[in-house]
């Protein structure tokens, strides 16, 4: 793969995944106690997401990278059980072209990989 998992760029990236895997389970996994407790968890999350649009337009492609590395590895797993379980617990979609452009090219971008399917 492109880079290694001690390069700077993809450990930018894991750190990235992290904030997105807490942000995504603190809205999912932990009750609220309110409509505004929900409201802040979920709009919490959605600014997470914006920090991994941002991260994907600053490269031309659609990867993480300037070309599928083990950056995107490590967020393949836990993007795609955050778009399934958002969809089916909140009703969210994350792979939203008009919101999340970025992250929506990229799911294209990965499902064209053999590797993938």
Do not use: H
Not at 5 to 24: G, I
Not at 103 to 115: C, G, K, N, P, Q
């Amino acid at each position: 793969l492109y880079k290694n998992m001690d390069d700077d760029e993809v450990y930018a990236c894991r750190v990235l995944e992290r904030q997105l895997f807490s942000a995504w389970c603190r809205w999912l996994c932990y009750p609220a106690r309110n409509e505004k407790s929900e409201e802040a968890s979920k709009q919490n999350f959605i600014g997470v997401v914006q920090m991994v649009e941002k991260a994907l337009s600053a490269k031309p492609g659609p990867f993480f990278l300037e070309d599928f590395s083990v950056a995107d590895t490590v967020f393949i797993p836990y993007v795609e059980r955050m778009n399934a379980s958002l969809f089916y617990y909140k009703g969210f979609t994350l792979r939203d072209p008009e919101q999340f452009p970025n992250l929506s090219r990229w799911f294209d971008a990965i499902e064209t990989r053999d590797v993938y399917l």
